[in-house]
């Protein structure tokens, strides 16, 4: 019996793993940072989750990438845009992507040598690789500047920087993200000649596979390529994580971990295209790099952009000729919605919105026939029309075997949780049998109202026509509860219910929702599931981010946080009325005498003035106790929200979990913290202790909320490893309203380009300097001596109170006994001129 056991354990243990297509990857260098998206790829899983086991294959001077692609010793490879000339020459490549949209191929000498100018490269030994084509970029930069490859002397390329040191070259053929930094280790500084200052910009490390591979697994190519995407974006998302997996796992050159960050710094600053996005390629710049070959005489013909470069709206690639003939003899398809389902869908002005919308649009696109919608009253009526072939489509509609008779369906692509909302006053429900007693409104007609009728036939079930009469049931009292997905119990909630409606519970049940199609046209529906397997995740997730913000979380009672976080607001104020009174108690002891005098003088004028200043500290306080909480309080309900739709939207990684619930503990440990920050404002007698600058300073900014840091923001930190002694909430605060100033500041100034931020802190003297610079576009400067006023804002009517940084001077100055100041600033970075503001601060390193 135990050997059966095993054997059967064997058995499924083989059967799962040949369920993973097996690919090879052809890298064409070394393992280091250069191919950090592929690592991340595999270890996080994104390359098993689409059913993918990739190996790796690091380079091989003695091999022929692209004839290794085209032989199938490889299913994929990368190369530079010399690919481009295989092409030409008839080898049947396909283009799937790039990973740097600026080539990191340099010329690069000593800064010590004799070489200023490009113009001295003349008659200098230069090491550049066999392949000439490899270097294209290089040639013309020469070519441009009266240089021939005959003006140079060149040696065979040893791939040591030691050479360059030890004058066995003038220079080297190297990337910019690695040999600068090696160079510098070693005590040297570079000159760099970087093609794309003289505006020869070329794609490279070009990601690629054969076309018959497309054609015949066109979903492997799809995937492979969306996985790997996926990994670089995780990659450059958290560059340390990636660079410590390198340095353990992928570190066949012993490269130390500065190295791999440096590279991976570097390299961020090239992959990215004008919106952000990585491995796109446009045929413009293609165009391009094909008429710098052609002057070159790389090549002699004309390529095929369109078979070349790969595309996911290629719909052609992955239907059969009947399908392709089907879809061009059909004028339009006509379709049936639910017209009243949001955040699903709705009609809305006879036009079709709301996330299945956005899909439908998608799959529109993609098979270039139109999508025609015809209205309907409600669900009810949607059947109808399906059954009476009025339209072709029902575009969200749950597999049921009576639906069957008219319809089939397409795989699932929303899924989601059932729930209940009732009034707020309603205790959380865990299980619906807790509450069989009570009546629950369902839908009439949708696929779970027959669902629960049968899995709980002594439960009354009232129908309605849509969710808002539902919801005019529960909020008369008629029946305890509203039945139907999350998402959209969730939308009513926050579109007008907030106060009044909430989630009481969640179900077991799910849905699970396809396209309808009329079942004499079967072909549709394959078409359709081919499209939806296009849809990369990004949009999918792009598509939910726009139309859902769930403020849910099992096991809340919202009713008992609003009035608890009242009550906090009450004794913060009464505590915070308490100490500024005695404050001012202390502050004037000395002048009672003169105050009693002056009001017996004017006895109803003072008590005016004592009525306005006690109102105005009350409101200073309360002005600051929001301004401090309504940003984490912010954070913790987003990112709650979050988790909780891609839980249901069966999207959230270990990784994203673990990350959210570290975020919301360390926003929840904030907001303790400032509480008896608040109450101990005023008193001048703070808790000193030792810390380091660059903790603080992290703590903040994950407090501002580090996930809005996306690919077109940087941060960039220069800060000295600096220990004092000082207080640690005050400082956190400080900078917390320093980074969502300069964050609001960006998102509004800086619509295209990266956004940079970057950090400076050092000693000097007892002190310590931080300098806190953006690119934002600075203040004006009419204005700037303004900003640390109480009350002064540059935000927009109710987006700001003008008490954080007001607030800032005085934590610097009263408590921090130090200074803080603002400047506009012009800076020269990325060959680019920058303008923004410049926060100093000037600390004492010894607090006492």
Not at 368 to 380: A, E, F, H, M, R
């Amino acid at each position: 019996m135990k050997k059966l056991l095993v054997l059967l354990i064997f058995i499924t243990t083989f059967l799962y793993a040949n369920e993973l297509k097996k690919v090879k990857l052809q890298f064409m260098w070394l393992n280091q940072f250069e191919f950090a998206g592929f690592y991340i790829a595999k270890e996080k899983g994104f390359y098993k989750d689409l059913g993918i086991e990739t190996q790796f294959i690091e380079y091989d001077p003695d091999i022929n990438i692209v004839d290794k692609v085209l032989s199938k010793e490889v299913d994929f490879g990368m190369t530079s845009s010399s690919l481009l000339i295989d092409k030409s020459k008839g080898k049947d490549v396909v283009l799937l992507g790039t990973i740097f949209q600026s080539s990191p191929l340099v010329l690069i000498a000593l800064k010590n040598s004799n070489i200023k100018t490009i113009k001295d490269i003349k008659n200098k030994k230069v090491m550049l690789t066999n392949e000439q084509e490899m270097f294209a970029t290089l040639q013309s930069m020469l070519k441009v500047n009266d240089i021939s490859l005959d003006d140079l002397n060149i040696i065979d390329h040893s791939y040591n920087v030691y050479d360059l040191i030890d004058k066995k070259t003038d220079l080297m053929l190297g990337y910019v993200t690695n040999e600068p930094f090696l160079l510098k280790e070693k005590g040297y500084e570079s000159i760099i000649f970087h093609p794309k200052d003289y505006g020869f910009d070329f794609y490279e490390e070009l990601i690629f596979t054969s076309k018959e591979l497309l054609n015949k697994d066109p979903k492997l190519v799809k995937d492979f390529y969306d996985a790997t995407i996926k990994g670089w974006e995780y990659a450059f998302n958290n560059i340390e994580e990636t660079a410590k997996l390198i340095y353990k796992k992928y570190n066949s050159q012993n490269k130390d971990l500065k190295s791999l960050i440096f590279e991976a710094n570097e390299m961020k600053k090239l992959v990215y295209d004008k919106d952000g996005n990585i491995g796109t390629v446009s045929s413009e710049k293609i165009n391009s790099i094909i008429n710098t070959y052609k002057l070159l005489r790389y090549i002699n013909n004309d390529i095929d952009l369109k078979e070349f470069i790969y595309s996911n709206d290629n719909i052609d690639s992955l239907l059969t000729k009947d399908e392709q003939i089907y879809l061009k003899d059909k004028k339009f398809i006509t379709m049936c919605v639910e017209p009243n389902w949001l955040p699903y869908e709705k009609i809305e002005n006879n036009k079709h919105i709301g996330i299945v919308a956005e899909y439908i649009h998608f799959i529109e696109n993609v098979i270039d026939v139109k999508i025609k919608l015809i209205p309907t009253n409600s669900w009810s009526q949607t059947l109808e029309y399906a059954k009476k072939r009025k339209c072709d489509i029902v575009s969200t509609a749950i597999d049921t075997l009576k639906r069957r008779e008219y319809l089939v369906f397409t795989k699932s692509f929303i899924n989601s949780s059932l729930a209940m909302v009732s009034v707020i006053d309603k205790p959380f429900v865990d299980n619906i049998l807790q509450v069989k007693n009570e009546k629950f409104a369902v839908i009439k007609d949708y696929a779970y109202s027959e669902l629960m009728r049968k899995k709980y036939p002594f439960i009354k079930f009232v129908e309605v026509n849509n969710i808002d009469e539902g919801i005019e049931l529960v909020k008369k009292g008629k029946v305890f509860g509203l039945i139907d997905t999350v998402p959209t119990l969730a939308y009513a909630i926050q579109k007008g219910y907030i106060g009044e409606l909430k989630i009481t519970g969640r179900l077991d049940e799910q849905s699970n929702l396809s396209v309808g199609i009329r079942n004499d046209e079967p072909i549709l529906r394959d078409i359709f599931d081919k499209v939806l397997d296009t849809i990369p995740e990004s949009q999918k997730q792009e598509i939910l981010n726009k139309w859902i913000s769930v403020n849910y979380q099992k096991g809340l009672d919202y009713n008992y946080i609003i009035k608890l976080s009242l009550i906090m607001f009450i004794v913060l104020f009464l505590i915070a009325l308490i100490y500024r009174q005695s404050l001012l108690k202390k502050l004037n002891i000395d002048l009672n005498n003169k105050v009693r005098e002056e009001i017996e003088k004017n006895e109803e004028k003072n008590k005016i003035l004592l009525k306005q200043s006690k109102m105005a500290s009350m409101g200073e306080m309360i002005e600051n106790i929001a301004h401090q909480w309504r940003q984490p309080l912010s954070n913790i309900s987003v990112a709650a929200s979050g988790i909780q739709l891609k839980k249901e939207m069966s999207t959230l990684s270990n990784e994203e979990l673990n990350e959210t619930l570290e975020h919301i503990l360390s926003t929840a440990k904030y907001l303790s913290n400032t509480i008896d920050d608040f109450r101990s404002f005023f008193n001048m007698e703070k808790e000193l202790k030792l810390v380091n600058i660059e903790d603080i300073i992290d703590k903040a900014l994950l407090l501002t909320g580090s996930r809005y840091l996306k690919d077109n923001f940087v941060i960039i930190k220069n800060i000295e490893n600096i220990e004092f002694k000082s207080s640690e909430n005050d400082l956190i605060q400080v900078f917390l309203n320093i980074f969502t100033n300069a964050k609001d500041a960006l998102d509004e100034n800086v619509k295209e380009g990266i956004k940079y931020l970057f950090i400076d802190a050092y000693k000097k003297d007892d002190n310590l300097i931080i300098e806190i610079k953006d690119n934002g576009g600075g203040v004006e400067e009419k204005i700037i001596n303004k900003i640390f006023e109480a009350y002064f804002t540059t935000k927009k009517q109710y987006h700001g109170t003008g008490i954080g940084l007001n607030m800032s001077k005085l934590l610097v100055e009263l408590h921090l006994k130090g200074s803080i100041t603002a400047v506009n600033t012009t800076y020269d970075y990325e060959n680019k001129t920058q303008k923004g503001a410049i926060f100093r601060l000037i600390l004492p390193i010894n607090l006492n």
